[in-house]
């Protein structure tokens, strides 16, 4: 008897010790998040427009609210993964700048946004928050859904060391890499710098493996060439846009899964922003968001690497 009544104290503890998380946005990254979350014994409420995606968690365990609001009422931290700056804004700070979630939040409330917006949009709701008391993380994700699915992306965030000591055990069971980049708005700069060299690595392999191809060298070869040779990159050794070079990689399996292109649009363009922003030249980012703005067009759900369709139409077909 004693025995039994010990357990279920030592469980009741266990459960007390982890703090309730609101989580906004259940799209195709944030969905298989709050499901890691749920898994380590978080309890969750969650929100999300689709009726569909609520269902999914409320089946693996979290409850559903009706607004953010509903979903953050009983919660510790709140944590959301939404599509753009815009709808952040909207989230946190409403219409007037001043009904958001932050008005409804108590002081010390964690907030840790995951979507990956402007630098700026970054700062603004984190200066709102701050002001308000509630300590605000912009933590923006790397590791594709994937990741988000194996609980092993990489954080990469900006804000207080104090609210980033708080945010690292609840981080550590979505992801597997946690980087306290600087204060707020510097998750938001590192994320969309690693993209724009991205993007700019990824246009350039294509563009070279095309010259290399259509002067009749195999794709392969000439693969396997640069990557003992300078020209050794991310992009030609684990992600090549050539199909049939490596295998299991999107440019293989017809530019399906993988990171689409219209999201690299989008984060070149944040890219694009925040230099103009703060008067910073990109010329190289600059022509990379050109492409990928004329690309994204008619292929924006194809994998990033279909940029190598540019120079051989036929890997698309």
């Known amino acids: 008897m004693g025995m039994k ?32 979350l749920l898994k380590a014994g978080y309890p969750l409420s969650v929100y999300d427009l689709s009726a569909e995606a609520c269902e999914r968690l409320q089946q693996a365990g979290a409850s559903v609210a009706t607004s953010p609001k509903e979903a953050a009422s ?31 939040l108590p002081k010390g409330t ?25 300590d605000f993380l912009d933590a923006p ?45 510097a998750g938001q700069v590192a994320k969309i710098c690693n993209n ?21 060298l195999d794709a392969k070869v000439l693969s396997d060439i640069m990557l003992q040779s300078s020209g050794r990159n991310w992009t030609l050794e684990v992600y090549n846009p050539y199909p049939q070079v490596l295998e299991n990689v999107p440019s293989s399996k017809g530019y399906k899964g993988g990171f689409m292109s219209k999201l690299m649009q989008k984060d070149l363009n944040l890219a694009m922003q925040t230099a103009k922003d703060t008067a910073v030249e990109t010329p190289m980012g600059a022509k ?30």
């Open 5 to 36: 009544d010990t357990n279920t104290k030592n469980t009741a503890k266990s459960a007390a010790a982890k703090p309730t998380i609101a989580f906004i946005g259940l799209g195709n990254m944030g969905a298989p998040m709050a499901e890691n």
């Open 74 to 104: 009983n919660a510790n931290v709140v944590i959301s993964m939404l599509p753009a700056g815009k709808h952040v804004h909207s989230v946190y700070l409403g219409e007037n700048g001043s009904d958001g979630l932050l008005a409804e």
């Open 110 to 134: 964690l907030v840790i946004d995951s979507s990956t917006i402007a630098a700026a949009d970054a700062r603004l709701v984190a200066d709102a928050a701050t002001g308000l008391g509630i």
């Open 141 to 185: 994700v790397s590791g594709g859904t994937g990741g988000a699915i194996a609980g092993s992306l990489t954080f990469i965030v900006g804000g207080s060391a104090d609210a980033f000591a708080k945010a690292e055990p609840i981080l550590a069971v979505m992801g597997k890499n946690i980087f306290h980049a600087g204060e707020h708005g």
């Open 196 to 216: 724009m060299l991205l993007g700019i690595l990824m246009a350039g392999t294509a563009e070279a493996i095309n010259l290399g191809v259509k002067n009749g």
């Open 288 to 317: 990379a968001t050109e492409l990928y703005d004329e690309h994204a067009r008619e292929n924006g759900d194809k994998d990033f690497s279909s940029i190598m369709g540019r120079h051989d139409h036929s890997v698309l077909s």
